[in-house]
């Protein structure tokens, strides 16, 4: 059973970093599609980075090109979202998901809920201004 953990979340001013991390067990780690998402109160989950572990394919949203990087570190079965250049509207709990990569009929989806079977807890990202 793949078991997922996000650690990194934290409070910062607005224009600092943070660096989240979602650690993988139970399933072999370069095979998986990791996407990380978000939801702040009131507002519907977004989907915000992916990669595909099989080939490194990434994806991001609008809101978070040119200053979120994603990237995979296979000795340590961690997917990381660097975040830069962080506002008060990046305000929210940050989730990791995964499910099977490797497939890029589905490229287009990646940031999509419904491709993703397992979830972490979440962590929480606060921006003051």
């Known amino acids: 059973q793949l078991h997922l953990v996000e650690s990194g979340g934290g409070s910062v001013q607005s224009g600092g970093s943070l660096r989240l991390a979602c650690s993988a067990s139970?399933?072999?780690?370069?095979?998986?599609?990791v996407g990380w998402f978000r939801q702040a109160p009131g507002k519907e989950r977004e989907g915000i980075a992916a990669?595909?572990?099989?080939?490194?394919?990434?994806s991001y949203a609008d809101s978070v090109k040119g200053r979120f990087t994603i990237s995979q570190d296979n000795a340590a079965n961690t997917v990381y979202l660097q975040m830069n250049s962080l506002k008060p509207e990046d305000t929210a709990m940050y989730y990791c998901?995964?499910?099977?990569?490797?497939?890029?009929?589905?490229?287009?989806?990646?940031?999509?809920?419904?491709?993703?079977?397992?979830w972490g807890q979440g962590t929480q990202v606060t921006v003051s201004s």
């Open positions: 139970g399933h072999p780690f370069s095979s998986l599609l």
């Open positions: 990669i595909d572990l099989d080939d490194g394919y990434t």
């Open positions: 998901a995964a499910d099977l990569g490797g497939r890029p009929a589905v490229r287009h989806l990646q940031l999509q809920e419904a491709v993703y079977n397992y």
